[in-house]
Nanobody
Framework: QVQLVESGGGLVQPGDSLRLSCAAS????????MAWFRKTPGKEREFVAL????????DYADSVKGRFTISRNNAKRTVHLQMNSLKPEDTAVYYC????????????????WGQGTQVTVSS
C-alpha cells in the first residue's frame, strides 16, 4: 500500500502560479495511475488531472486544460501539479490519489488518498 502526503498549497492572487507536490511511500508506486482531485464546500470531489504509470499518458479536466500540468517521478516517488494562471474558481482543497480500480476520472476508483492541501486564489 501507499501513503501520500501533499504540500505546496497557499494563498495567491489571480494570475499567480503554484506547484503542488505529493510524496509517496510504500511499494509499487510506479504501477499506479495517480491523480489530483479537488474539493470545494457543497460539491463532490472533482477530477482535475491524472497521469498513468508510464508517465506518457495524461488527462485533464476541461476547466484546467492549458493551465495545469501533471507530472510524476517514479524514482523519487513524487507527483506534481504545476498550476499557472490561477483563477478564484480554482480555490479548493487539493488531494492526490492512487488508483485502485475502475474509471480513473472517478474518485470512487481510488484507494489511496493524501490529507489535502489548501489552495486559495483571491485578490
Amino acid at each position: 500500500q501507499v501513503q501520500l502526503v501533499e504540500s505546496g498549497g497557499g494563498l495567491v492572487q489571480p494570475g499567480d502560479s503554484l506547484r503542488l507536490s505529493c510524496a509517496a511511500s510504500g511499494n509499487s508506486f510506479s504501477s499506479y495511475t495517480m491523480a489530483w482531485f479537488r474539493k470545494t464546500p457543497g460539491k463532490e470531489r472533482e477530477f482535475v488531472a491524472l497521469i498513468r504509470w508510464g508517465g506518457g499518458s495524461t488527462d485533464y479536466a476541461d476547466s484546467v486544460k492549458g493551465r495545469f500540468t501533471i507530472s510524476r517521478n517514479n524514482a523519487k516517488r513524487t507527483v506534481h501539479l504545476q498550476m499557472n494562471s490561477l483563477k478564484p474558481e480554482d480555490t479548493a482543497v487539493y488531494y492526490c490519489a492512487g488508483q485502485a480500480t475502475g474509471s480513473p476520472v472517478l474518485a470512487a476508483s481510488y484507494g489511496y488518498w493524501g490529507q489535502g492541501t489548501q489552495v486559495t486564489v483571491s485578490s
